[in-house]
């Protein structure tokens, strides 16, 4: 693609909150310097995340219309299992509220504490639900996928020598196996169709179910087209199949790659286990032909799940983080490579060597995204990911990332150019930016709500409590 243009037409706008830099820097401080807790209305560009914030086709809105809201059995409901089957292969369909839902359903009936569940990389709330219930999670991502710079083009692969050899040390402690696709925690790298029928493979042979977390599908197999030997004459769609044909089952929040506001899924083949995720559905999210969603969810999650394989909104897609990595490596500010599909992550560690992991370099540019342009991003580090060994000693992430999570269908290229500005004055005087210490942390992801506060006083651009010296926020 030459010019990025979108193969869409825009028919409704928002207004973009427009902020002054005092406004900002107060902002900030209120919210303890987490962006979490700043409020939509004083943000300008919202790279957060991905999740929930895409922009719905006409043909979704036009679906929501005709949904069924009746409790049990609705037609909705029927639309919607017929297109998640036509997907995956699976007959068991449960509709949850979201991703996280279903990733608490299925854990809870299936894993047990002190079990161990492998994966490429599981993200924040994939490892949170397993640890909340004692159950260990572990990553088993290849070495590329820990080096930032290498362009190692499926750095999301599982490790396979190491994974048969987690398998067999820990033979009876495995409930199932996990991966993530695309790997969110890893840079938003895609997983090889190699990789993930070798890992079946394995898992297989010992009789453990495979599962995916499969909230971007579509981007990942749109990347086995593009890079994978082999995959390229075949359509993303049919590839998507293949994947989902390897696993007994997967969790999934369609909002991501199905471009729906709220909803997940679980689906499976065990029958019995089905049954007893159905239970614990009706018990905390409602029945199972709704699974906390209303009906108009589900139609457009249907909808979604056919326009999210669309090669021509891939390939935008696609384009856009290549764009917005290009333009942030051309300033200087160095990013995981080769760009994923949903975001770009930005390596903290080596943009800021001034402030160690302890500091918490990721904090210090999502809080200098914001006070500098309005932009709120979001830290996939030692805040997400840190934590106190066993010595007390305080163990810092794997990678300290900063993720530009880019909203399906949202923003233009203007858009983006006005970040990449931003982004270059930050570039300008990046030595100046000041570490951060956790001074509330709750035990589980402590980015949502953990608060913070600036170790020092810079130069220009100084936030205000670290010159004032203003106090923590408590402990």
Not at 70 to 76: E, K, N, P, V
Not at 279 to 287: A, H, K, N, V
């Amino acid at each position: 693609m030459g010019v990025i243009f979108e193969p869409f037409k825009i028919k409704s706008v928002e207004p973009i909150p427009l902020t002054t830099r005092e406004e900002r820097l107060a902002r900030i401080e209120r919210a303890g310097f987490n962006p979490f807790q700043l409020p939509a209305s004083a943000i300008t560009f919202d790279l957060l995340t991905d999740s929930g914030t895409a922009a719905m086709s006409a043909e979704q809105w036009a679906a929501m219309l005709v949904a069924d809201e009746s409790y049990a059995g609705s037609r909705s409901f029927e639309k919607f299992e017929v297109a998640v089957r036509a997907l995956t292969g699976l007959r068991h369909v449960i509709p949850t509220h979201q991703g996280r839902a279903a990733e608490r359903i299925l854990f809870s009936c299936a894993a047990k504490p002190g079990q161990r569940v492998p994966s490429n990389s599981h993200f924040d709330t994939t490892r949170a639900n397993l640890e909340y219930l004692g159950v260990i999670a572990d990553d088993l991502v290849i070495a590329e996928g820990r080096d930032p710079a290498s362009r190692h083009p499926f750095k999301g692969n599982v490790d396979l020598d190491r994974l048969a050899r987690y398998l067999d040390q820990h033979a009876g402690q495995v409930p199932f196996g996990m991966c993530t696709i695309t790997n969110n925690s890893g840079g938003g790298q895609p997983v090889a169709l190699e990789n993930l029928q070798a890992q079946a493979r394995l898992y297989r042979a010992r009789g453990i179910p495979f599962f995916l977390d499969a909230c971007r599908f579509a981007e990942n197999a749109w990347f086995i087209r593009e890079r994978e030997p082999g995959q390229h004459g075949k359509s993303v769609e049919a590839i998507a199949q293949e994947c989902f044909a390897l696993a007994d089952g997967c969790t999934m929040s369609g909002k991501k790659d199905a471009l729906v506001n709220m909803g997940g899924l679980l689906a499976l083949n065990d029958d019995t286990l089905a049954a007893r995720c159905k239970q614990l559905l009706i018990l905390t999210e409602g029945f199972p032909t709704y699974g906390g969603c209303a009906a108009r969810d589900l139609e457009a999650f249907a909808v979604g799940l056919k326009e999210g394989v669309d090669e021509r909104y891939l390939e935008y897609r696609a384009a856009t983080t290549r764009y917005l990595a290009k333009g942030l490596n051309d300033v200087g500010i160095p990013t995981v490579q080769p760009p994923g599909g949903h975001a770009v992550f930005i390596d903290a560690r080596a943009f800021l060597p001034h402030l160690p992991p302890e500091q918490l370099p990721g904090q210090s540019l999502v809080v200098e995204l914001y006070v500098e342009g309005g932009v709120r991003a979001c830290e996939i580090g030692s805040v997400m990911f840190g934590k106190k060994g066993a010595d007390g000693r305080f163990e810092p992430a794997a990678l300290e990332l900063v993720r530009l999570a880019m909203p399906r269908r949202c923003y233009t290229q203007s858009h983006i150019d006005r970040v990449l500005e931003i982004a270059a004055e930050i570039a300008r005087r990046k030595e100046s930016l000041v570490g951060y210490e956790m001074v509330e942390r709750p035990p589980f992801l402590p980015h949502f709500t953990a608060r913070f506060r600036p170790l020092a006083a810079t130069p220009a651009g100084a936030l205000t409590s670290a010159r004032s010296g203003a106090p923590a926020a408590g402990r």
